[in-house]
């Protein structure tokens, strides 16, 4: 099954479907994802009452709605993460709760397309209010990529019709779409672009790039958000008085379940929110689409943002979108991006700050940002086929996404600072409960991201142990597979059986963080461009534009490529105008950034270590089952620090951790 091919695409997608992970270190992953991960999940949007508030309006409970007005979309996120899972595994359990939530919400849609359990359920008669604050076109848009991951695993046309409903009734009630209606959370354009994809119906993807023109186009958008502000307020009020005539006191503590997130952070932080609310630039509703050249405000919304653009752009070619994406991409990640990948430096704000403003302790850095960031790079890659893209992916994947999970997938990181003193953990659930859902749909499509096709051009992005068989126009099959070593071993094995007449194209990327690569294309040794000392030029001290992709061409039949990629560990510098970091390293190993924890550093002063310049590392194999290599390096008191991946941190309850470490020249 082949992934849809837009026309200003530069590379086709392999659709993860037809891919199968054999690689232990991500297998085992998703199958933590699939066993645990995602009916945890399940469990605790029963326990907050997310589903029930479907079930209140279908008339299958009485009850009183609970959660925020966004909270639709963390159930509409899970079903299709779970259905994105059963594309390549069968579990009654998971089916059968997949198909009862689709005839939920079919007993709760509106005859005209209408969901949204925050208005349904505490103000019938109103509908599209609040577009900056409120959700509904967010959620909407989380209800129709399920209905299209559900779609393309079973053909269940009634299900992609619920999808399409909900988009008819946008494209009806805004025939005439303004600058005021564009929403304040992205979300709605992807699902749209991607419905237009299935059904082929043009109408999809002329109301999403509509929604993406008006966007940064209103006029007075301060007054317009202080006037939302007080709806919402006076609204929220009105719910208050809902729940206290039907509640009581004790359903009422009951319902408070899952406390918020810290919002400490730097002086003025509240001023400068309020600043960027008034402004539009949390919204990125300051400037028309064309000039965001710099990434700005929320964090997870800016990534989504972007992403639709880049997918706007694959279906037609205007040259002015993609220019303004490579230009706000490149600031990201030279400026306003952590050397773990991550993104969002502020609290409150949840988004980015000022060009090197990359606090350790305050860094926000939500998984759902560093997702979103990879949904944008994936993007950009099918659009260009520029290495650096997928890069990046591969870093993030590493660092900061698979951090927001634990080992065994029941407790998660909404955000992600590189220093703690001890008082954060991971938690079973929030009552903001995006990033559980988000981190399980892209593990269920972690395929997508390793291989894509041009003409008679294979491209390898991502170095994860995988198979799949290609089926090419004239009926004869090109077979991979793959075995790798990472992110451990920098060893790579690849056999291609091209099946056709013709010669076949290879693309290999040669990741940033590796020197001296050596290749063997059937024994036979290929020439790799002259090492070249790492650029070390961004904020973060890591630089994707070091990577490249080495062509080479295999003829038909069974060929053998055998790659080295060595995994040396680097003592990383920062941008000396990331004032927090002068005066210290991280270190990196290959694909991963590691840390400091205090449990495994007892007698050490976690997070005030400082290890010296001459100091030696050791690289050990740890006892896990994951086996995965921790490091030792001397501290400048003679102690000896253990330093594990950044991605495993928190797995063992409440510890001091850091990133960044004094460093004596």
Not at 321 to 338: D, F, T
Request: net charge positive.
């Amino acid at each position: 099954m082949e992934s849809n091919s837009s026309p200003h695409s530069k590379l086709k997608e392999v659709h993860f479907s037809i891919i199968s992970i054999t690689d232990k270190f991500w297998k085992t992953r998703q199958e933590t994802n699939r066993t645990s991960a995602i009916l945890h999940q399940w469990n605790q949007l029963e326990k907050s009452q997310t589903i029930n508030n479907f079930r209140y309006l279908s008339g299958e409970k009485e009850g009183f709605r609970t959660g925020y007005f966004y909270t639709d979309s963390d159930s509409h996120k899970w079903v299709e993460a779970a259905s994105l899972i059963l594309h390549n595994t069968h579990s009654k359990q998971l089916a059968k709760l997949v198909e009862d939530y689709f005839i939920l919400i079919l007993k709760t849609q509106e005859d005209d397309g209408y969901i949204f359990t925050y208005n349904q359920f505490h103000f019938p008669e109103q509908r599209w209010m609040n577009f900056q604050i409120e959700h509904e076109l967010y959620t909407l848009g989380h209800l129709i990529e399920a209905t299209c991951a559900y779609y393309l695993v079973t053909g269940n046309k009634a299900v992609l019709e619920i999808g399409e409903k909900a988009a008819n009734l946008i494209s009806n009630d805004f025939s005439n779409f303004k600058a005021k209606n564009t929403p304040g959370h992205p979300e709605i354009e992807i699902a749209l672009i991607k419905l237009f994809r299935i059904t082929k119906k043009k109408c999809y993807l002329k109301l999403a790039e509509t929604i993406l023109e008006k966007r940064g186009k209103m006029k007075f958008f301060a007054l317009q958000i202080i006037k939302e502000n007080f709806s919402q307020s006076k609204r929220g009020k009105t719910v208050e008085k809902q729940r206290k005539t039907v509640l009581t006191d004790s359903q009422l503590d009951n319902a408070k379940i899952m406390s918020d997130l810290s919002k400490e952070g730097p002086l003025g932080l509240s001023i400068r929110t309020y600043l960027q609310f008034l402004s539009g630039k949390y919204f990125q509703q300051n400037t028309p689409i064309r000039k965001l050249t710099k990434p700005v405000g929320h964090s997870v919304r800016w990534g989504y943002l972007a992403t639709s653009i880049a997918m706007l752009y694959q279906e037609t070619g205007d040259e002015s979108l993609l220019n303004a994406l490579e230009e706000s991409w490149n600031h990201m990640v030279c400026k306003r991006m952590y050397v773990t990948g991550g993104i969002g430096s502020l609290p409150l704000l949840e988004g980015f700050g000022k060009d090197y403003e990359l606090n350790n302790k305050y860094a926000y850095n939500e998984t759902c940002a560093a997702i979103s960031s990879i949904f944008w790079s994936w993007e950009m890659l099918i659009a260009t086929g520029q290495a650096h893209y997928a890069d990046l992916i591969e870093w993030q994947l590493y660092n900061a996404f698979l951090v927001g999970i634990s080992k065994d997938g029941t407790s998660y990181f909404y955000r992600n600072p590189l220093e703690t003193r001890g008082n954060f953990e991971r938690k079973s659930w929030y009552k903001t409960a995006c990033c559980p859902s988000n981190i399980s749909r892209t593990l269920a499509k972690l395929g997508q991201y390793i291989y894509s096709i041009n003409d008679f051009t294979l491209w390898i992005h991502q170095y994860i142990g995988s198979s799949f068989n290609y089926d090419l126009e004239d009926g004869k099959i090109i077979s991979v597979s793959m075995k790798s070593g990472f992110p451990w071993k920098g060893s790579v094995k690849i056999i291609i059986e091209n099946g056709s007449e013709k010669k076949l194209d290879i693309k290999l990327r040669i990741p940033s963080w590796t020197r001296k690569a050596s290749i063997l294309v059937n024994g036979k040794e290929e020439n790799i461009p002259k090492y070249c000392e790492l650029d070390e030029s961004t904020a973060s001290g890591y630089s994707p534009y070091d990577s490249y992709y080495l062509p080479i061409k295999l003829d038909t039949g069974k060929s053998k490529i055998e790659m080295s990629l060595p995994m040396e560990t680097f003592l990383k510098k920062s941008d000396k105008k990331v004032k927090c970091n002068r005066g210290k390293i991280a270190l990196t190993r290959g694909p991963l950034v590691y840390c400091f924890e205090s449990i495994d550093n007892v007698d050490s002063n976690i997070p005030d270590s400082t290890i010296k310049s001459c100091t030696g590392i050791t690289e050990l194999i740890s006892d896990s089952e994951d086996k995965e290599l921790t490091l030792k390096i001397d501290e400048s008191s003679g102690k000896i620090l253990k330093a594990i991946p950044y991605y495993s941190w928190g797995n063992r309850g409440k510890s001091a951790m850091q990133v960044w470490i004094n460093y004596e020249e």
